[in-house]
C-alpha cells in the first residue's frame, strides 16, 4: 500500500456528509424543518419524509437540467440569464430541503464573500478558510449535541459542500492574484481566477441547483466554463490538468445515454439498500448478544455487509448528482481511446472500481474523489512538509467531531503506514510468476476488504465506546497484524538496494491523502 493517506469522507451514515444525502430506513425526527406538503407520499412509500423531499429535489433537478442544456443552451442565453436560472433554483430546491436553516447555506458563503472582497489577496484566503470552518464547526456541533446520532437529512451536508466551494475559489483567487505563474503547480495555474466574481457569478457557483443537495464540488474555472459554454482543451498531465493549448471549442456530445444509464444504476442501489438495510444495520453491533455470542468471522462478515449498504447509499446519492450534473452539461471530459465521449470530469466516485479494488490506494482513489481534489487543491500541493498530516487535520475538521471520525482517522493513517511496508517487502516475492501473482492479488484483495471494513465501521457507528467494544470483540487482529508486519517484516524480507531503491520511488509517487471516508493508501 502506497503512501497516501486514508481519508475516510463518508462512508458513515459522510458521514458528515453522512448526511450528505439519503434513503436510509423509516425513521421519524422532529429535528427536520423542510417542507411537510409530501408526508402523504412518506406515508405512502413508507419512508421519512426527508428522504422523500431528498428524492423529489433530485428528480426535479434532473428535468431542470434538460431545460438548462437545451432551451438555456450558451449558444441562445446569456451568461447573467444561465447564472440566475441555476441560481434561482437551487435556493428554492434548498429551501425545500431545509426550511429555515436554509439560512445557513445563505450565511456562510456571504460572510466568507465580504472577506474576499475586503481583505488582501495575499491573505485573504486564509481568513476564508478559518471562517468557513469555523461557522461549518459550530453547525457540526450543535448537531452532534441536539441531534445525538440521528441520521436525518440535515444542513450539515450541504454546508460542508459549499464550504469546499468558497475555499477553493478564495485559494483560486489568490493564485491569480498574488502569485506568479511561474510559482504555481499546473492544477493551480488552471483553476488560478484572475478577477474576483462578481455578487451574481458568485453566489451562482456556490447554490447552482446540479450539485445543492450531494455534490460533487465543481472547481470554480471549470463551473464558469461551463456557464460561458466554453470547453478549453487541455494538454493532459500527471495532475489530471495541463496548459491551455487552445481556444478551439469542443462541442460537447449528448449526454442522454450516460445520463439514463446513471440514473437507473443510482436507483438499483437504492433499491439494495433500503431492501436489506433493515436486516444488516450497524447499530445491531452494540448489542451485547450480537458481541457475545458471534464468532469473528461472522462479525467481519456482518460488518463487511453493513458498511457496503452504507456505501450504497453514498453510490445512489453521488451517481444520481452525477446524471444532474452530465443532464445539464457538465462533466464532458473529452473521448478515450476507443473515441467514446467521457462523462466523468465531476464524478465523485466509481463504485465498480471502489468494490474490486485490490489496495486501499485504488479503493480511495475510486471514492468521493471531489473532496480528494479539494485537499490535494487546499493542503497537499501548498504545504511544505508533513503534508499527510495537514491533510488529515483538516479533513478531520471538516468532517465534524463524532469520535467516530477519528478512530477512522487514526486507523486509516496506521493501516497507511502498515501497507507501505508489506508492499515493499513482500509483492516482489510474487511477481515471478502469473500464478503467484494471481495470488498475491486475491489476497490483497481480501485483505482490502478486511481493513476497509474494520476502518469505517466507526466512521458509520459515531460513537467512541461501542467502537471500541467492537475492536476488542475483534481482538484487534488487524492492527496486531500490521503492527507485526512493521516490526518484522523489515527483518524476515530484507530488501536487496535495487529493491529498496524501487521502493522509495514508488512511495514517492504516492497518492495525496484525502477525505471522505477514506484517504488514500494502498
Known amino acids: 500500500m502506497k503512501g497516501t493517506a486514508f481519508s475516510m469522507c463518508q462512508l458513515s451514515v459522510e458521514s458528515a456528509p453522512s448526511e450528505m444525502v439519503v434513503i436510509m430506513t423509516a425513521i421519524e425526527d422532529e429535528t427536520y424543518f423542510g417542507f411537510q406538503t409530501f408526508a402523504w407520499l412518506a406515508d405512502f412509500v413508507n419512508l421519512p419524509i426527508d428522504q422523500v423531499n431528498f428524492l423529489i429535489t433530485q428528480f426535479i433537478a434532473l428535468g431542470l437540467a434538460g431545460i438548462l442544456r437545451s432551451s438555456l443552451n450558451p449558444k441562445v442565453t446569456s451568461p447573467a440569464l444561465r447564472h440566475a436560472f441555476v441560481l434561482i433554483f437551487g435556493l428554492a430546491l434548498g429551501y425545500f430541503n431545509f426550511g429555515k436553516h436554509a439560512i ?3 450565511g456562510l458563503p456571504a460572510i466568507c464573500y465580504i472577506v474576499m472582497r475586503t481583505q488582501d489577496p495575499k491573505v485573504m484566503q486564509r481568513l476564508v478558510l478559518v471562517i468557513a470552518l469555523s461557522y461549518l464547526s459550530c453547525i457540526h456541533l450543535h448537531r452532534q449535541f441536539y441531534n445525538g446520532g440521528s441520521h436525518t437529512l440535515d444542513i450539515t451536508g450541504p454546508l460542508m459542500v459549499i464550504t469546499q466551494k468558497v475555499t477553493s475559489l478564495a485559494y483560486s483567487i489568490h493564485d491569480g492574484l498574488s502569485r506568479m505563474d511561474e510559482d504555481l503547480t499546473p492544477s493551480q495555474r488552471h483553476q488560478a481566477v484572475r478577477k474576483m466574481p462578481t455578487l ?16 460533487p464540488i465543481i472547481l470554480y474555472h471549470d463551473y464558469i466554463d461551463f456557464i460561458h459554454g466554453q470547453r478549453i ?8 490538468y495541463g496548459e491551455k493549448t487552445s481556444n478551439e471549442i469542443v462541442l460537447e456530445p449528448s449526454p442522454a445515454s450516460v445520463v439514463v444509464k446513471k440514473v437507473i444504476t443510482s436507483l438499483f442501489f437504492a433499491f439494495v439498500f433500503v431492501t436489506f438495510i433493515p436486516s444488516y444495520s450497524v447499530v445491531k453491533v452494540k448489542d451485547d448478544e450480537f458481541l457475545e455470542k458471534t464468532s469473528i468471522i461472522y462479525k467481519f462478515w456482518y460488518l463487511t455487509i453493513a458498511t457496503m449498504l452504507v456505501r450504497f447509499k453514498y453510490y445512489h446519492a453521488w451517481i444520481f448528482a452525477d446524471a444532474i450534473c452530465n443532464n445539464s452539461g457538465l462533466g464532458f471530459n473529452g473521448y478515450d481511446e476507443n473515441h467514446q465521449s467521457r462523462w466523468d470530469k ?11 479494488a485490490l489496495s486501499l ?40 467531531f463524532h469520535p467516530g471520525y477519528y478512530l477512522t482517522f487514526a486507523n486509516g493513517s496506521f493501516f497507511t503506514y502498515a501497507s507501505r511496508i508489506v508492499r515493499r517487502h513482500v509483492r516482489p516475492h510474487f511477481l515471478i510468476s502469473k500464478k503467484a501473482k494471481l495470488f498475491y492479488d486475491f489476497m490483497t484483495f481480501l485483505t482490502t476488504k478486511v481493513v476497509l471494513t474494520y476502518t469505517t465501521f466507526t466512521f458509520v457507528l459515531l460513537e467512541l465506546k461501542p467502537s471500541i467494544t467492537m475492536y476488542l470483540h475483534l481482538y484487534l487482529f488487524p492492527n496486531i497484524l500490521g503492527l507485526t508486519g512493521i516490526l518484522f517484516l523489515p527483518v524476515i524480507l530484507p530488501l536487496s538496494k535495487q529493491k529498496s531503491q524501487t521502493s522509495k520511488t514508488e512511495s514517492s509517487n504516492g497518492h495525496v491523502p484525502t477525505n471522505g471516508h477514506a484517504h488514500k493508501v494502498e
Open 104 to 106: 445557513h447555506l445563505a
Open 200 to 215: 451574481l457569478e458568485y453566489f451562482s457557483y456556490v447554490f447552482h441547483f446540479q450539485a445543492i443537495m450531494a455534490g
Open 233 to 240: 482543451l487541455e494538454a493532459k498531465s500527471l495532475t489530471g
Open 346 to 356: 465531476v464524478s465523485n466516485v466509481d463504485a465498480f472500481k471502489f468494490e474490486t
Open 361 to 400: 490506494r485504488d479503493s480511495i482513489e475510486a471514492w468521493n474523489k471531489g473532496t480528494n481534489r479539494w485537499l490535494r487543491s487546499l493542503v497537499y500541493e501548498r504545504v511544505p512538509r508533513n503534508k499527510t498530516v495537514y491533510t488529515y487535520a483538516l479533513s478531520a475538521l471538516w468532517h465534524g
